[in-house]
C-alpha cells in the first residue's frame, strides 16, 4: 500500500487523480492527511510519500520527522521525502545558488532585503498561486513594496523576494520545462511555452513549439541534471518546474504535491497523446513504488498524543463530511 500524505485542504490532488485518470490505483494508493497520521498509533507497512511539506508548520515538521525516525528504522517502510532531509523553497534556491546550478538568488521579503539583481518579484513561500506582483525594477520599488506588505497585518511574513532570471529567446517565447521524480524514476512532463514571463500553462501551440515539445519527453536531455538536484533538494516524489538559459538549468521550485494526472482538456487534441503517455508511465511508477514490500503486519508505536492534535482531526471530521455532502448533492 502507497499512503499519500498532504495537509488536509490540499489532498485534491491525489484524490482527483484517483477518481478520474488514475482510478486503477484506488487499490494501492491511500490519500491520507498529517492531523489523521499523528494521531495513529499502529502504522501499516508499506510506502509512506510525505507531500505538501511547505504548508506544514514547524512545529508539524518537527513532530514528523521525529515519528519518521522511528519509521524508517523498521522493517517494510519505504519513506518518500523524509522531512529531516526535504529542502523548503526557500533554503532549495539559497542552496542552487550556493552550488552554481541558479543564476539568480532569493529572499526573505520580512528581512527588507537589497537583492543583487534586479528586476525582483514577490511571491508566498508555502503556495503555489505564483507572482503576487510585478517585475519590480528598482530598491525603491521594492522597500514600496515591503511596506504595503508589512502595513496589510504584517504579511511580510512566509513571502520570499525572487531575483528574475529571463529566459526568453530572441523571438519572445519563455519555455517552462517540468518532470516528477517518483522514487527512482525521473518523468519528463511537459514543455509549455509563453509570450509571458511567468509561465503557468500551455499557451502557444504552434505545431513547431508542439514538436519541439515532443522532442524534449522523447529525447529527456535534462535527465541526469535533474536526478542530481532532486537528490540535493531530498525529494524522492514530486514535480520540478525548471527553465533554461544560456544551457543552464534554472530551477524555479520543486513541488512536493504537484497536480498528477488529471485531464483538464487543455492543449486541445495536439497534446492528448502527450498527456495520455505520462499518464501510462505515472502509473507505472507508482505501481514499482510498491513493488518488494509485501509484509501486511502494522507496527504498533507508543506515543502520546498532544492536546493540540484533538482540534486538528475534530476540524478534519468536520471538513470530510462537508465535502462528502458536497459531493451528493452535486451527484
Known amino acids: 500500500m502507497i499512503f499519500f500524505l498532504t495537509t488536509k485542504r490540499h489532498d485534491y490532488t491525489i484524490r482527483k487523480c484517483l477518481r478520474l485518470e488514475c482510478r486503477m490505483l484506488q487499490t494501492i494508493v491511500r490519500p491520507m492527511c498529517y492531523a489523521q497520521l499523528f494521531l495513529m498509533r499502529q502504522f501499516p507497512r508499506g510506502t509512506y510519500v510525505f507531500a505538501d511539506h511547505e504548508r506544514l508548520t514547524a512545529r508539524d515538521l518537527d513532530r514528523l520527522a521525529k515519528l ?34 541558479n543564476q539568480f538568488d532569493a529572499y526573505r521579503l520580512s528581512d527588507h532585503p537589497q537583492p ?24 525603491q520599488q ?61 499557451e502557444l501551440l504552434d505545431e513547431d513549439l508542439l514538436a519541439e515539445e515532443r522532442q524534449y519527453i522523447d529525447d529527456f536531455p535534462h535527465h541526469d541534471q535533474l536526478l542530481q538536484i532532486f537528490e540535493l533538494a531530498g525529494v524522492d516524489f514530486g514535480r520540478i518546474d525548471y527553465g533554461v ?34 499518464n501510462q508511465r505515472f502509473i507505472d511508477a507508482m ?17 502520546t498524543i498532544p492536546i493540540w492534535a484533538a482540534p486538528q482531526i475534530a476540524a478534519e471530521m468536520i471538513y470530510r463530511r462537508a465535502l462528502r455532502g458536497t459531493r451528493k448533492r452535486a451527484g
Open 68 to 101: 519518521c525516525s522511528q519509521l524508517e528504522n523498521a522493517r517494510g517502510f519505504q519513506l518518500l521525502n523524509h522531512p529531516a532531509r526535504t529542502l523548503g523553497r526557500l533554503p532549495l534556491l539559497k542552496r542552487l545558488r550556493q552550488t552554481g546550478i
Open 116 to 139: 543583487k539583481h534586479f528586476p525582483v518579484f514577490i511571491r508566498g513561500e508555502d503556495d503555489h498561486k505564483g507572482p503576487l506582483s510585478t517585475l519590480i525594477h528598482t530598491q
Open 142 to 202: 521594492l522597500d514600496h513594496a515591503y511596506r504595503t506588505w508589512d502595513q496589510r497585518w504584517g504579511r511580510t511574513h512566509r513571502k520570499l523576494v525572487v531575483e528574475h532570471c529571463d529566459i526568453g529567446d530572441e523571438n519572445g517565447v519563455y519555455r517552462k520545462y517540468a518532470a516528477f521524480r517518483i522514487g527512482n524514476r525521473i518523468l519528463p512532463r511537459h514543455l509549455f511555452f509563453s509570450r509571458h514571463w511567468c509561465v503557468k500553462s500551455w
Open 245 to 278: 538559459k544560456e544551457g543552464m538549468l534554472q530551477v524555479w521550485e520543486i513541488n512536493t504535491n504537484p497536480m498528477l494526472p488529471v485531464d483538464y482538456g487543455g492543449g486541445g487534441e495536439a497534446r492528448q497523446s502527450l498527456h495520455d503517455a505520462f
Open 287 to 303: 505501481r514499482a513504488l510498491e513493488d518488494g514490500l509485501t509484509d501486511d503486519t502494522p507496527l504498533r508505536l507508543d506515543r
